[in-house]
């Protein structure tokens, strides 16, 4: 039987920033039970000693010069924002940390 | 908030033992950004120095500044660090506004650096080695500005304003082992290990390393434990204490305010704090959760760092002086006392120094210049004396006038004001605001002579042996002259008179 | 006109280069039976004839002018609406990204006009590429030329559907799991997945960045090879970007001849769960091949077992870090709750009306499978399974100098056939995704219709890594193989679609 329960739902849909309603999580928790079901055969193929391949073309030391490119301009930068204000991006208050 | 209750710092050392942890972030010095080639520049208008990559728009991807690879492996290397034969990015995921991509690019499980260490003198010249457990590559996130509500912080704002300028610029980030059996010490331990820190990557270049416009930041982990106790206490982490002085203040809070929750047989809750300056306390921001579930996974859009032995023995080569060896190649070179010298390291000013010595002045001179004058004049316009706008040059220049006699002490300082002011070079400050010394004698008797005339009986007194009675002609005299007189000279002169 | 717009890419390149027909007519052709026809397949998500037509026009300059910059110049082409242009609305299907015009050019964008090539619109795809229906698409699902009532595959079925539909004679997708080469396997078309790396992914909307990878979509090989010349090669901006050149596609796909190539049938990909026509299909290709000379080889590949699994796990965890910058602040949907809300708030309501069901669904698993305590079992588990994978097709090209499989299990289903068991959709790419998981490049060409539907099936053909001119090079024998046999490509019996 799956570990996916509504309250996992919740908190992963948390992590992720989604809101969900109750009924989306119902569906949710029974969907991704069993796709997760499925998937999670994985663990059974491999052994500790393999390794992991997390780059399909095995490379390494690319890197770029540490040259100025040119940079947008301030009003294309704020061009497709919802808000913006002052040269800046304008969001909501955030929720108070302090 | 209600103010917390805390123990004694003589108390709680006497019954706790005190182990501190430090993460410094210190924001290297690149021309451009860590992942795109935008401007690392501070100060630019808001959002101008923004492409796809730091903005984090669709389909951008970043690309690694070698550069920033290369200075990160020389601070791994000037700490005594392994150097990783594969280091890798990983994504940190969380969501925040000032963070494009909602991920930090940075490092994981395989750092670039590891497993150093760094000796920390403190004022007692009591030496402790911090072993130091890593040094990775990430990159900044963008500024916040809160608006609306009372005091421009994030509580009561109506709303922010994000600025993407920051967002990307490389940092590395240093993290110690826990630091045990600095007792009483641990706040001073605190600050002069994040000092040394500075000292360091500002003497490789690698970094700016202004701590008031955070090139370099701490956050402070302080836990306590009862005195023999094998387990580590609950600890708190203090974030982004950025200056000296607050170092040492919030280590010495922890360890206050903790003792006293133990003592009193509360628990420490494990949750990140901030410290206020303005008043002397930390105040706690959210606990520690699974919030915290940062995701880590190697970065699919950037490969391996595998920097080859040829490559890291390069950086090598390049690592300048130690700037604990060069703090004490100077003390001897320069002859200061240890009080002298101490001063001189408080107040940050061993490069000046040493850059007006060898543009000529004596060390004793440049010294005061730097310690003195300058020092009050900088307080007093509340700038840091680094950033006055007098070079080390310019006060060695204006120290030979008064070796030479061309100036004395009181008109040397009037031609560092008018440099101070953008009249210019002190010699054209000198010519404009006509300040050479007057060393013509005749103008300086016959104005003695018309001192005397309204004061007849100081001739009287000073026969009598009263020397002290030509305190008031030279008075006069250097008012006549306009402070442009040499005034032992002008002594001796009345003195001369009297015989 | 129906001449042009059914017409090889190859054919109007030599039209325009010769100048019997200039650019803008051609571009025009396509514009109008487009804007004709788009209602029936909604391939496209946006056009915009004027600005296609300046494109034109300038080519047909520079050829006046005898400034010709490329073996494609002039030649009009579609783009998927993954891929970012300062000219047009970019949305990768999404709601969230709706009336977004992106700030830069992708890279293929930028080679693509360099070299000439009028952009005749953006087309449609599963929301940010995850599907393999189209159906996935916040504006609607393509149809497939073939049969309107079905899909034209996915992620990529706008492309698929433009080119079995005659919309575009040349078509630009992404293939993550096979978007690519299933839409073309649905709609008789060609479609090739490069080397990992061998075209830049700058400027592709990002779903799984280490899976990715942008590929031509054809009417025919040549075409293909002549697109992936012009799109591929290096790029300082993408660091997983290949530093050297892998030749030239067109060059190989020349030389093509099937003496002494040794072709490999993989054991696990050969047999079960496909549909007995497409099967049939398959059998027959490896029978003319062999009767044509080629040794055929059986392979063993165990770990294909687990491929689907793998990408299950490795797909929905990069993509959940990947689409976690669409949050409302510097681009895209913003949504503000009723009340006060926090910019918490504010996020968490734009994804979740911005995103659909299955994007939730997959960031969600990819969450999980991210998440403390879970992540060495699943992620840590799928990327090791990838070590497995690329292992089992080291040893297999060192059998054979190519793999041969079905490109997918069934010919092109029904729209809402299979929309609501997310399982069942997985499985349309089982045959795809091991090319993906190990970087090596893979194509599907036709493969003739299946006996039981009439419906077109793909033959899949993969190469070992940087091996692209191989790849070509075997499905030109393929595709001529047919071409002896039926004298006209498949597309060429795509039904009229004025008629439908």
């Keep these: 039987m799956s570990e996916i329960t509504p309250d996992l739902v919740r908190h992963l849909a948390s992590l992720a920033r989604i809101l969900v309603t109750d009924q989306e999580v119902e569906q949710l928790a029974g969907e991704l039970g069993v796709i997760v079901d499925s998937v999670a055969t994985v663990t059974k193929a491999v052994s500790g000693d393999v390794v992991a391949t997390s780059h399909p073309i095995p490379m390494a030391n690319v890197y770029r010069e540490d040259v100025i490119l040119p940079s947008l301009t301030q009003l294309q930068a704020l061009s497709s924002a919802p808000d913006s204000n002052d040269g800046r991006f304008k969001v909501n208050a955030i929720l108070d940390e302090d | 908030m209600a103010k917390e209750q805390l123990m004694s710092y003589e108390d709680a050392i006497e019954r706790f033992e005190v182990v501190i942890g430090l993460e410094v972030h210190v924001e290297l010095n690149t021309v451009s950004k860590m992942f795109c080639g935008c401007a690392n520049n501070f100060g630019s208008e ?138 009483d010490k641990a706040p001073e331990l605190a600050a002069t290990y994040v000092r ?166 004596s060390p004793q001179s440049a010294r005061k210049w730097w310690t003195g004058e300058l020092a009050r004049l900088a307080n007093a316009q509340q700038v840091a004396v680094q950033d006055l706008p007098i070079t080390p040059e310019q006060v060695a220049a204006i120290q030979r006038l008064i070796d030479s006699g061309e100036l004395t002490d009181r008109i040397a300082r009037d031609v560092v004001a008018g440099v101070l002011a953008g009249e210019g070079e002190p010699a054209e400050v000198i010519e404009s605001r006509g300040l050479k010394i007057v060393t013509d004698e005749g103008a300086l008797i016959a104005a003695i002579d018309k001192a005397l005339a309204s004061q007849p009986d100081v001739m009287e007194k000073i026969r009598d042996g009263k020397l002290q009675a030509a305190g008031a002609v030279i008075g006069a005299v250097m008012q006549e002259m306009r402070g442009q007189a040499d005034a032992a000279r002008v002594r001796e002169l009345i003195l001369e008179r009297a015989k | ?164 539909g005659h919309l575009a004679p040349l078509a630009i997708g992404s293939d993550t799991g096979g978007s690519i080469r299933f839409p073309a396997a649905m709609t008789g078309s060609v479609g090739a997945k490069p080397t990992y790396g061998a075209v830049s992914r700058y400027g592709l909307i990002a779903l799984a960045s280490s899976l990715d990878q942008i590929g031509p979509v054809t009417n025919s090989v040549m075409d293909a090879a002549m697109l992936q010349d012009v799109i591929g090669g290096y790029d300082p901006r993408d660091s997983t970007s290949l530093p050297n050149s892998l030749g030239s596609m067109v060059q190989s796909v020349k030389e093509a001849d099937v003496k002494g190539l040794r072709v490999g049938v993989i054991k696990q990909l050969s047999s079960d769960g496909f549909q ?23 392979v063993d590949c165990p770990s294909f077992e687990y491929a689907v699994a793998a990408y299950y796990l490795i797909l929905p965890a990069e993509a959940s870090s990947n689409l976690a910058k669409f949050d409302s602040v510097r681009f895209g949907l913003r949504v503000t709750p009723d009340g006060n809300p926090t910019i918490e708030n504010v996020m968490a309501a734009t994804r979740e009306q911005g995103f659909g069901p299955e994007v939730k669904r997959r960031i969600i698993l990819g969450t999980y499978a991210l998440s403390s305590g879970h992540y060495d079992a699943y992620y840590g588990s799928a990327q090791k399974v990838r070590t497995l994978i690329q292992q089992d097709l080291a040893m297999a090209f060192t059998q054979a100098d190519v793999l041969l499989t079905p490109t997918a299990p069934t010919t092109a289903f029904k729209i809402g ?84």
Excluded at chain 2, 147 to 167: C, K
């Design chain 2, 46 to 183: 808001p959002n101008t120095n923004v492409c796809p990559t730091c903005l984090g728009l669709p389909g951008s991807l970043p690309a690694v500044n070698r550069k920033a690879v290369e200075s990160s492996i020389a601070i791994g290397l000037a700490l005594d660090c392994q150097i990783a034969s594969n280091g890798r990015f990983a994504r940190k995921n969380y969501f925040y506004p000032d963070l494009a991509k909602n991920f930090q690019t940075s490092q994981f499980d395989e750092p670039i650096a590891f497993e150093g260490e760094i000796s920390i003198e403190l004022e007692t010249g009591e030496v402790f080695m911090v072993p130091i457990e890593r040094a990775h590559m990430e990159e900044d996130a963008g500024k916040l500005t809160h608006v609306g509500g009372a005091t421009g912080r994030i509580q009561g704002a109506e709303y922010s304003l994000v600025d993407y300028n920051r967002a990307g610029v490389p940092l590395v980030e240093i993290v110690t082992k826990p630091i045990y059996g600095a007792l």
């Design chain 2, 196 to 361: 040394a820190i500075r000292d360091i990557v500002k003497s490789m270049n690698v970094s700016d390393a202004k701590m008031e416009r955070g090139n370099v930041r701490c956050d402070a982990n302080v836990s306590l434990r009862e005195k023999g106790a094998e387990k580590l206490g609950t600890r708190t982490e203090t974030k982004n204490v950025n200056s000296l002085k607050s170092i040492e203040n919030t280590v010495r809070y922890e360890i206050r305010r903790q003792a006293f929750i133990l003592a009193a047989g509360g628990k420490i809750i494990q949750e990140t704090r901030h410290w206020h300056e303005d008043r002397g306390h930390t105040s706690a921001g959210r606990p520690k959760s699974d919030a915290d579930d940062y995701r880590y996974f190697p970065e699919p859009d950037l490969v391996p760092v595998q920097p080859s032995k040829e490559w890291i023995e390069e950086i090598r080569q390049t690592l300048s002086e130690k700037p604990a060896l060069r703090r004490k190649r100077l003390q001897t070179a320069w002859g200061f006392a240890d009080l002298e010298f101490r001063d001189v390291l408080n107040s940050d000013l061993l490069d000046e120094i040493e850059a007006t010595v060898s543009a000529g002045a």
């Design chain 3, 417 to 500: 056939e299979k929309v609501d068991d997310p399982l069942a959709m997985y499985l349309n790419d089982v045959a795809t995704i091991p090319a993906n998981l190990a970087g090596i490049p893979g194509i599907s060409v036709p493969n003739g219709l299946a006996s039981e539907d009439g419906l077109p099936s793909g033959l899949q053909i993969l190469a070992p890594a940087m091996q692209d001119a191989q790849m070509y090079r075997v499905a030109s024998i393929v595709e001529k193989l047919y071409m002896d046999q039926w004298g006209a490509s498949l597309i060429a019996r795509v039904p009229d679609l004025e008629a439908l």
């Design chain 3, 276 to 298: 007995p026509g497409v099967k049939a299909c398959f059998d027959d290709t490896i029978e003319k091949l062999a009767a044509a000379g080629a040794e055929i080889i059986e």
């Design chain 3, 1 to 164: 006109m129906t001449e042009i717009t059914s017409s090889s890419a190859a054919v109007l390149a030599g039209l325009i280069s010769s100048k019997q027909v200039s650019s803008v007519e051609i571009t025009t052709a396509f514009l109008d039976r487009l804007e004709k026809l788009n209602p029936k397949t909604n391939s496209y998500l946006h056009f915009n004839r004027e600005n296609s037509l300046a494109q034109a026009k300038k080519a047909d300059q520079q050829l006046a002018d005898g400034t010709a910059v490329s073996p494609l110049h002039g030649v009009p082409i579609a783009v998927k609406d993954n891929l970012t242009t300062t000219d047009a609305p970019t949305t990768a299907g999404s709601k969230i990204l709706e009336g977004w015009v992106p700030q830069y050019d992708a890279t293929v964008v930028r080679k693509l006009r360099e070299a000439s090539m009028p952009i005749l619109g953006k087309t449609n795809l599963d929301e940010f590429a995850m599907g393999s229906s189209t159906e996935f698409s916040a504006y609607g699902p393509s149809r497939n030329p073939w049969d309107l009532s079905r899909i034209p595959g996915g992620s990529g079925g706008g492309s698929s559907s433009a080119i079995a």
